[in-house]
């Protein structure tokens, strides 16, 4: 069976400082993978969304960026966090498009994020 | 575009009566219809999904929804609520754009259970 981990599970950080978040796949193979934010009172945001390695669409402008160095591995990253940068990030897969439940996506258990 | 409203954004039940989380969407083409519950400080966890098979759908926790074209609708139901039920529920619809699915989510209702 497929598992998603993300790591660190909660994480404080000052104004200005980098950001480094690690999500990984288990089980699968050429995975869709996405990035999500979601901001108290403010619903899920899609931020990133990779359909292969090295491959990252964007779809809101912002101080964020994401990598996939490996298949089964998305990094979210910022170079100076803002304290709006604040949230829970949530991760996803779902199977790559034409295998059988590409529709469904399925979510890690997210970071909690505090700027301060 | 697709979208999705979810009407009341706190739902509250006592504990053995019935829950009803509506739903209602909207899409161009067919849609793919899901459920999706998170508990606090977790991440989202899938409850059921309408993938155009029957329009009722059975998922985990004794939930159920219906989807209904004619009224846009896919409201979630629980015969008898459950102190564990208490959570937050979003409503998500899923749209095929080339090789890509987007996946749009409702607010999300705070469903709180009373014992």
């Known amino acids: 069976s497929q598992t998603i981990h993300q790591w660190p599970a909660t994480l404080v950080q000052p104004v200005g400082s980098p950001l480094s978040l690690e999500c990984t796949v288990e089980g699968t193979s050429n995975p869709n993978l996405y990035w999500y934010r979601q901001a108290a009172g403010r619903g899920l945001q899609l931020l990133f969304y990779s359909v292969g390695i090295g491959q990252i669409s964007s779809e809101v402008p912002q101080n964020l960026s994401a990598s996939r160095p490996q298949d089964r591995q998305f990094i979210l990253s910022s170079k100076k966090l803002l304290l709006s940068d604040s949230g829970f990030y949530l991760c996803a897969w779902r199977p790559s498009f034409g295998l059988a439940g590409g529709e469904t996506q399925y979510f890690g258990p997210g970071t909690r994020l505090l700027v301060l | 575009a697709q979208s999705v409203t979810q009407l009341g954004s706190h739902v509250s039940v006592s504990e053995g009566a019935l829950v009803l989380l509506r739903c209602n969407y909207s899409s161009s083409v067919p849609p793919y219809l899901f459920w999706y519950v998170q508990y606090p400080n977790q991440g989202l966890q899938l409850l059921l999904k309408?993938?155009?098979?029957?329009?009722l759908v059975k998922g985990i926790n004794g939930f159920e929804a219906e989807f209904k074209k004619s009224e846009t609708s896919f409201h979630l139901t629980k015969p008898s609520a459950h102190m564990s039920d208490a959570a937050e529920y979003f409503c998500?619809?899923?749209?095929?754009?080339?090789?890509?699915?987007?996946?749009?989510f409702g607010k999300g209702t705070l469903l709180t259970v009373n014992p």
């Open positions: 998500a619809v899923s749209v095929r754009g080339g090789s890509n699915y987007k996946l749009t």
């Open positions: 309408y993938t155009s098979a029957a329009t």
